[in-house]
């Protein structure tokens, strides 16, 4: 009897561990991790799609961007705003806040993003093709950030940080690069690299108007060589945009502002301004 019983209580224990490891593998659920998470094409796809739902925000490109600006200057904008007064007026008592310090947080948030796909594209199951496009659109969104936050915050005293993009997040802070010249040129190689992976505006699907393109990396590159003073450069990938990129002025001013010219010519690349992300939008492509 004892031997029955030790053969039923090894097979329950069989059983039960069976059972447990059954039940314990298991895909992860709950907030995905950068470990977990870079697998498929969708997970690709999804990781870039994230670069840019912050751009919906009000403050990134809406009336928080407008306030920012507007503090450069004497420029009246019909009501009184105190965090933009008090940055337009040089007050040494402000800590800036809201719209203002939103515009840094904000476009550092997007390049971590981008980062984050750059880092883990070659994990991902998925085309040469498929990589290249996305890793493009990473490398363009990046270089746009750095760009708004380089003329806005560098100088040839100081630069603004560089973010590791080999490595995770990093708690740590990160030092100025040296001048901003270090950052344009950072700027420049990344966007050169974004113009050979990225599709021309031609081949992109209806429904990917409105992501990077190569005409749109060459318009960049173009205006940053202008901020360098690098008026050759400028005038080369300037030129590039209207012949390779098949860009021109579409012949009345007017026509530019109509709905059924969003993606004429003349256009070159916009953050698709519908609700899909919020309650407002428009029928215009920014």
């Known amino acids: ?20 490891t059954n039940e314990l593998n298991i895909d992860p659920e709950g907030t995905p991790t950068e470990a977990n998470f870079w697998k498929t094409e969708n997970d690709l796809i999804t990781g870039a799609n994230a670069m840019y739902r912050p751009l919906s925000d009000s403050e990134f490109y809406g009336r928080g961007f407008f306030w920012f600006i507007n503090a450069s ?40 993003i981008a980062n984050s796909v750059i880092r883990n594209a070659d994990n991902i199951q998925a ?21 708004e936050l380089a003329y806005s915050y ?13 490595q995770g997040p990093n708690p740590n802070p990160i030092p100025r690069a040296a001048n901003v010249m270090e950052n344009y040129n950072y700027i420049v190689n990344d966007l050169k690299k974004a113009a050979e992976l990225l599709p021309t505006q031609a081949e992109l699907p209806a429904k990917d108007y409105g992501r990077p393109h190569k005409a749109a990396a060459w318009a960049l590159l173009a205006k940053v060589y202008l901020f360098m003073k690098d008026w050759k450069n400028a005038e080369y990938w300037a030129n590039e945009v209207m012949t390779k990129g098949n860009r021109s002025l579409l012949n009345s001013y007017a026509d530019v502002f109509k709905a059924e010219n969003n993606y004429s010519s003349e256009y070159i690349w916009s953050i698709p301004s519908t609700p899909k992300f919020n309650a407002v939008g428009s029928i215009l492509p920014g």
């Open 1 to 20: 009897m004892k031997f029955f019983n030790t053969i039923i209580l090894a097979a329950g224990i069989s059983a039960a561990m069976l059972s447990c």
């Open 73 to 112: 200057d004497d420029m009246v904008t019909g009501r009184s705003k105190s965090e933009a007064d008090n940055v337009k007026n040089f007050s040494s008592n402000y800590i800036a806040a809201g719209d203002l310090e939103t515009q840094w947080n904000k476009r550092y948030a997007v390049i971590g």
């Open 127 to 147: 085309s040469q093709a498929v990589k290249n496009k996305y890793v493009g659109e990473a490398l363009f969104m990046s270089s746009r950030m750095y760009f």
């Open 154 to 166: 560098g100088n040839e005293k100081a630069g603004i940080p560089i973010v590791d993009r080999t």
